[in-house]
């Protein structure tokens, strides 16, 4: 797995923290062997969710299907980088001049 996929919650607009949970099992059973859903960190603002995967975009896709049915995609962001890198590339949300960035 070369890539590291992290997706974004914002706290204030995630309805129900206790989701996570859900959200991180469907995404187990949909990435089967594809990717690796690898846990999640937690800071006063967001919640950070992250997978680790060979092809971040097609990934995201499959994620963002997810999150559509568990109707938590309101608030999100993702980007991508190299696995140890400190570079991200934003996938979500589509606009070109969004930036992605961690704490």
Not at 58 to 65: E, I, V, Y
């Amino acid at each position: 797995m070369d890539y590291e996929l992290v997706i974004k919650f914002w706290r204030k607009s995630l309805r129900d923290e206790a989701l996570l949970a859900t959200i991180e099992e469907e995404l187990k059973q949909v990435l089967g062997q594809s990717a690796e859903v690898d846990g999640h960190d937690v800071s006063p603002r967001e919640i950070n969710l992250f997978v680790l995967t060979p092809d971040p975009r097609p990934t995201f896709r499959r994620c963002k299907d997810v999150l559509e049915k568990l109707d938590a995609l309101q608030g999100v962001s993702a980007g991508f980088r190299l696995v140890g890198g400190a570079r991200f590339t934003a996938v979500w949300p589509l606009r070109t001049t969004r930036k992605f960035t961690l704490p």
